[in-house]
């Protein structure tokens, strides 16, 4: 269950960020709001969830290009 509002969640700020990516044309942004969506699907475990999603939540502000 902890896994299903984790992806929840990761799936809605993941919008964000596509839909900022987009709009900002900033393809960090982009590709990680897609990541967001789309891992989830792939993971089972609420612990490699939550280490993925919080990289990925992390890399537009960590990675400057």
């Known amino acids: 269950m902890n896994a299903f509002i984790a992806a929840v969640f990761f799936g809605i700020i993941g919008s964000g960020y596509f839909l900022y990516g987009r709009k900002a044309q900033n393809w960090l942004a ?27 939540l992390a890399a537009p502000f960590v990675i400057t290009l």
């Open 30 to 56: 982009l590709v990680c709001g897609v990541l967001l969506c789309a891992f989830p699907y792939f993971v089972d475990s609420f612990l490699w969830t939550m280490v993925i999603g919080l990289v990925l």
